[in-house]
T-cell receptor
Framework: DTEVTQTPKHLVMGMTNKKSLKCEQH?????MYWYKQKAKKPPELMFV???????INESVPSRFSPECPNSSLLNLHLHALQPEDSALYLC???????????????FGEGSRLTVL | QQQVKQSPQSLIVQKGGISIINCAYE??????FPWYQQFPGKGPALLIA?????SEKKEGRFTISFNKSAKQFSLHIMDSQPGDSATYFC????????????FGTGTQLKVEL
């Protein structure tokens, strides 16, 4: 079982809905990530939080809004999404040293999002 | 500078054969090179990783070969099994990549009986 837990596993939403994806890790990692993955493609980085502060935003549209309430939790708030936003959303965590990835990136199993 | 090129895109290997996947990077500041394995419906999971101070690392049936001068690294799966059928992603990161990994495009491996 993965040590990064994501909920929900599946989410279907309309373009006018507001929903949230949640992620939790208890490995003491201080870096947490949101990735988007389309079918047969590599994960694409969206956001990185380092010590609960947003350190990287890969020019993601504002309809995606990340939040890091504490060192164990990461949320992704969704609003006014488009059908092309349908994808697998992966949360990950890692140790960090001097803002560099020093070891394994642990992924959750993902939240499969479908936007109608 | 941040790109990681991966080949082949797909690979079919007979059971017991050797699967070989290749990657090339551009950023010479990368110092961490992991391989991730992803099964359908699951998140990627670390398979094996190498740092540039060694040219080869072996864990069970999985071996990474690393050529620093050519800026290339490869994954060898010995005695390939049907359970190895998955998508494999190489990646690069570390102090030269900031707090993130740059992924290759992925290789779909199918091991046939």
């Amino acid at each position: 079982d993965t040590e990064v837990t994501q909920t929900p596993k599946h989410l279907v939403m309309g373009m006018t809905n507001k929903k949230s994806l949640k992620c939790e890790q208890h490995m003491g990692h201080r870096a947490m990530y949101w990735y988007k993955q389309k079918a047969k493609k590599p994960p694409e980085l969206m956001f990185v939080y380092s010590y609960e502060k947003l350190s990287i935003n890969e020019s993601v549209p504002s309809r995606f809004s990340p939040e890091c309430p504490n060192s164990s939790l990461l949320n992704l708030h969704l609003h006014a999404l488009q059908p092309e936003d349908s994808a697998l959303y992966l949360c990950a965590s890692s140790q960090e040293k001097r803002r560099a990835l020093t070891g394994e990136l642990f992924f959750g199993e993902g939240s499969r999002l479908t936007v109608l | 500078q941040q790109q990681v090129k991966q080949s082949p895109q797909s690979l079919i290997v007979q059971k017991g054969g050797i699967s070989i996947i290749n990657c090339a990077y551009e950023n010479t500041a990368f110092d961490y090179f992991p391989w991730y394995q992803q099964f359908p419906g699951k998140g990627p999971a670390l398979l094996i990783a190498i740092r540039p101070d060694v040219s080869e690392k072996k864990e069970g049936r999985f071996t990474i070969s690393f050529n620093k001068s050519a800026k290339q690294f490869s994954l060898h799966i010995m005695d390939s099994q049907p359970g190895d059928s998955a998508t494999y992603f190489c990646a690069a990161g570390g102090t030269g990549g900031g707090n993130k990994l740059t992924f290759g495009t992925g290789t779909q491996l199918k091991v046939e009986l």
